[in-house]
């Protein structure tokens, strides 16, 4: 068996393969398939669910908008009926604040540990 290297190069993704990514347990993907009739990956023989990417891109906004902003099901149903593209956008916001809230932590981290003596005195 030939080792896939490129693994952008991936039609189909497993539940499992997506419940790690997103850190969720496989129950609540197919629980959140009854609830958002938009999510809807392929199934293969056997009713073994096959994920595109488009389907990872939209478990990632209803990831953003239940679990990281804390909405009721009803109200995210809602939101991603009503603005699929503004939820989306919210959520790459809060992602990029995330990463520089992070990378402002690690400047502060750096910045104390620095010998105050040597900075010149504002005199």
Partial sequence: MALNLHK???????IHE????????????R???QEFPSLKPHKAGRNIRQYTKDDIELVGIIYNLVKVRGLKIAK????LKKNKSGAQN???????LQKIRQQLVDLRSSLNGLDMDLLPDDK
């Avoid at 952008?8 to 497993?14: E, G, H, P």
């Avoid at 997506?18 to 850190?23: D, L, S």
């Avoid at 995210?76 to 939101?79: I, S, V």
């Fill in 8 to 14: 952008d190069l991936k039609q189909y993704y497993s």
């Fill in 18 to 29: 997506v419940a790690e990514q997103f850190h969720v347990a496989e129950s609540l993907l």
């Fill in 31 to 33: 629980f959140w398939e």
């Fill in 76 to 79: 995210a149903r809602e939101m």
């Fill in 90 to 96: 919210d959520g790459e916001a809060i992602e990029r």
